[in-house]
């Protein structure tokens, strides 16, 4: 069994920045792909970014895109998410999460299927005032 902890939420103003991380313990994930979803009060998870297990491939919503930037560093068993620019909608809990669908190989858009997802921290709350 594995488990992922995220942490680095917390309340921000408009414009500003916040860098989330998702440490992962118990088992290693380097290989998967991994997922950055969010929720908002009141509304569906949302898919956020997803990068493949080496890096060198990654997948963004629209929203997010030139505002958000995942990484990861499997030598520490942890991804990252770097949110630049927030915006008063992007106040969600942030969930990091295992795409066990997709491994050794690059993320395609069927990773934005919450579905493809089996480990899920418990999530990060960011809250970016106005």
């Known amino acids: 069994q594995g488990q992922l902890v995220e942490s680095g939420g917390g309340l921000v103003q408009a414009g500003g920045s916040l860098r989330l991380s998702c440490a992962a313990s118990g088992r290693t994930f380097s290989m998967y792909a991994m997922g950055w979803f969010r929720q908002a009060p009141g509304k569906e998870r949302e898919f956020v970014a997803v990068?493949?297990?080496?890096?060198?491939?990654?997948y963004y919503a629209d929203s997010m895109k030139g505002r958000f930037t995942i990484s990861r560093d499997n030598a520490k068993n942890t991804v990252y998410l770097q949110m630049n620019s927030l915006k008063p909608e992007d106040t969600a809990v942030y969930y990091c999460?295992?795409?066990?669908?997709?491994?050794?190989?690059?993320?395609?858009?069927?990773?934005?299927?919450?579905?493809?997802?089996?480990?899920w921290g418990q999530g990060t709350q960011v809250t970016v005032s106005s």
């Open positions: 999460a295992v795409d066990s669908h997709t491994r050794g190989v690059p993320v395609t858009t069927s990773s934005a299927n919450y579905l493809s997802y089996d480990y």
């Open positions: 990068i493949s297990w080496s890096g060198r491939s990654t």
